[in-house]
């Protein structure tokens, strides 16, 4: 499977237990908390709105484009640490956003 396949299917499971956990959100936020420059937009979004509404159609729209994709990604360490204030089981997320990770490091 191709790098871009790869990250295709870990967007689409991430989505999946997003919506499974109850962390999908059906309505977007504002424009202004999109436009944030903070990382991870931390000062307007909560981490899972960063990851539906920009991160995720970001990569969407990279591949769909045939852009290449980063060839870095430090996403999980931020999930655990915002994850341990989650009250739900969150173990299979992580360790899809830690996939993604890796998938996105890969240079072929």
Do not use: G, N, Y
């Given at each position: 499977m191709q790098r871009t396949e790869q990250v295709s299917v870990l967007l689409l499971k991430?989505?999946?237990e997003m919506e499974e956990l109850?962390?999908?959100?059906?309505?977007?936020?504002?424009a202004?908390?999109?436009a944030?420059?903070?990382p991870f937009c931390v000062d307007t979004l909560?981490?899972?709105e960063w990851l539906q509404w920009l991160l995720i159609p970001r990569l969407q729209e990279m591949i769909r484009q045939e852009v290449s994709l980063p060839h870095?990604?430090?996403i999980h360490p931020m999930?655990?640490?915002?994850?341990?204030?989650?009250q739900a089981d969150t173990d299979q997320l992580l360790e899809l956003i830690?996939?993604?990770d890796k998938t996105l490091c890969t240079l072929h």
């Amino acid at each position: 499977m191709q790098r871009t396949e790869q990250v295709s299917v870990l967007l689409l499971k991430i989505r999946t237990e997003m919506e499974e956990l109850e962390l999908w959100q059906s309505s977007p936020p504002s424009a202004q908390a999109l436009a944030s420059t903070q990382p991870f937009c931390v000062d307007t979004l909560h981490f899972t709105e960063w990851l539906q509404w920009l991160l995720i159609p970001r990569l969407q729209e990279m591949i769909r484009q045939e852009v290449s994709l980063p060839h870095s990604s430090q996403i999980h360490p931020m999930a655990e640490e915002v994850f341990k204030q989650v009250q739900a089981d969150t173990d299979q997320l992580l360790e899809l956003i830690e996939q993604l990770d890796k998938t996105l490091c890969t240079l072929h």
